[in-house]
């Protein structure tokens, strides 16, 4: 998804998509024309609607976040947060967060 259609998130298709898409294995997937735009949406997907609670987390609680999304089924892959914590931590990704 990332090389051919710039969807560097695997954000699906949703009703209120208007944009281009690409299917993988019988799903929708949002297609972008460059990788900066699929940071963006990903930017504005994670803030907004049915996230748009994490955003009362702060900025910096990656863990809180990790497990919110984790929670509210943003993706099918096994261990979210675990996985998400983990990269955080390894990188030491934390660093970069604006206080």
Known sequence: ????????????CSSD???ADRNYQNKCYRQYENAWISFRDHSLY???GKYASLVNLGSTNYKSWASGLEQFGFSEFP????NLIEIIEKYELFHLDYQ
Not at 1 to 12: G, K, L, R
Not at 79 to 82: N, P, Y
Request: aromatic share 10%.
């Open 46 to 48: 994670v803030t907004t």
């Open 1 to 12: 998804m990332a090389q051919n259609s710039n969807n560097h998130f695997a954000i699906t």
């Open 79 to 82: 261990d979210l947060e675990k």
């Open 17 to 19: 998509w208007n944009g």
